[in-house]
């Protein structure tokens, strides 16, 4: 159980475009999620936190209109980079909350290029 | 600032030896987890370790909450090669749900 999916594994778009990466919970529900950052042998930097029906929390020094998060239903999560540049380009991590406050399970990582 | 100072940071050993991965805090968790990551996959959760003083055990992994719950540690005995890979530390506040990760601990184990 507690499985977290993410779409797609990975991406490679051109400059000032936008890519949208899914996050699902597979056989939980998640009034919480949350999207993190990964650059090569570092750490994860939480991006956002993600609420089901409201709108997302971000960290500060995320910009709002350049990570677009939803979080539509249970059991989906949807974080959109608009109009990426190469700087943006990392690895992207979901996780949902699961019944335990404090337990995050993890998804797979989305990979995004941009070129 | 960090949070959560996690050290080594980099630990590179003969298949066989012991080692320990520390992670420190003047912050009190409600609970603290560790995790392992494979490059390009996602963390998966080893332990949760929610008592102070607590002491879990995963085969050759042992993993201790400090009495105050601002540290803990991860012990590895006998590495094998197959232990390799990141172990991250996460610190859980109990008001925000959210995780402070440490820097992380690169670990390779050669045989």
């Known amino acids: 159980g507690a499985v977290v999916s993410q779409h797609p594994s990975w991406v490679i778009c051109k400059s000032g475009t936008s890519v949208k990466i899914e996050c699902r919970s597979l056989?939980?529900?998640?009034?919480?999620m949350f999207w993190y950052r990964q650059f090569p042998k570092q750490s994860l930097m939480l991006m956002a936190t993600?609420?089901?029906?409201?709108?997302?929390?971000?960290e500060q020094g995320v910009e709002k209109d350049k990570f677009l998060i939803n979080h539509a239903s249970l059991t989906l999560s949807t974080l959109t980079v608009t109009s990426a540049h190469p700087e943006d380009s990392s690895f992207y991590i979901c996780?949902?909350?699961?019944?335990?406050?404090?337990?995050?399970?993890f998804g797979p990582g989305t990979r995004l290029t941009v070129l | 600032t960090q949070l959560l100072e996690q050290s080594p940071q980099f630990l590179s050993i003969q298949e066989g030896e012991n080692l320990t991965v520390y992670c420190n805090s003047s912050?009190?968790?409600?609970?603290l987890q560790w995790y392992r990551q494979e490059p390009g996959e996602g963390p998966v959760l080893l332990v949760t370790?929610?008592?102070?003083?607590e002491v879990k055990k995963l085969k050759r992994l042992t993993f201790q909450f400090g009495d105050a719950r601002k540290d803990s540690s991860l012990h590895i005995t006998a590495a094998q090669p197959g232990d390799t890979g990141l172990y991250l530390c996460?610190?859980?506040?109990?008001?925000?749900?959210?995780?402070?990760f440490g820097q992380g601990t690169t670990l390779q184990v050669k045989p």
């Open positions: 996780s949902a909350r699961g019944q335990t406050r404090d337990t995050q399970y």
């Open positions: 056989d939980f529900q998640a009034t919480t």
């Open positions: 993600s609420n089901e029906g409201s709108k997302a929390t971000y």
């Open positions: 996460a610190g859980a506040r109990s008001n925000t749900g959210k995780l402070i």
């Open positions: 912050s009190v968790f409600s609970s």
């Open positions: 370790v929610v008592t102070g003083g």
